[in-house]
């Protein structure tokens, strides 16, 4: 790993290692969540630390975490709170886990099935029924 001090380490180069647009970054910066040295001329500088922690923050976000719950479980010390963080968001991972897994299985139900056209098939009408609490529905 390039020590902080590498002048490769700019905001150009971490934000392209992370497939970021470098105002991401900024943004980032100005929310609290990060704190990158400074350079000659007051230019950013990344640290080993500071790409851990974005690699934190991008697996917060994809996890369903809002940047204001990521800025108060990286800077409390709380371990309480953080817990309690955690917590709320696992119970929304969850959630939205289970949704991915039945979208998947009507794709896949779709993808595999010998009706010509797989939204008169009763099983993938039973499929889109329950995602609105009703029996199944009228063909089209």
């Known amino acids: 790993m390039k020590s902080s001090t590498d ?14 647009a470098p105002h ?4 980032w910066e100005s929310a609290g969540l990060l704190s990158p040295l400074r350079g ?12 851990y922690r974005i690699a934190v923050i991008l697996r917060a976000k994809e996890a369903g975490f809002s940047l204001k719950d990521i800025q108060d479980m990286l800077n409390t010390r709380d371990p309480l709170e953080r817990r309690d963080i955690l917590e709320r968001r696992r119970t929304g991972l969850i959630r939205r886990i289970a949704q991915a897994r ?3 299985d009507m794709i896949d ?12 098939c009763g099983h993938f009408q039973a499929m889109v ?5 009703v029996g199944t529905r ?3």
């Open 7 to 20: 002048p490769s380490m700019t905001i150009g180069t971490i934000a392209g290692r992370f497939g970021l």
């Open 109 to 120: 139900h779709a993808l595999d099935c010998d009706h010509e056209d797989f939204t008169a």
């Open 129 to 133: 029924a329950g995602r609105i609490g």
């Open 40 to 51: 000659a001329g007051g230019r950013r500088r990344y640290s080993s630390d500071d790409l």
């Open 102 to 104: 039945t979208s998947l």
């Open 138 to 140: 009228r063909p089209l």
């Open 24 to 27: 991401v970054l900024r943004h």
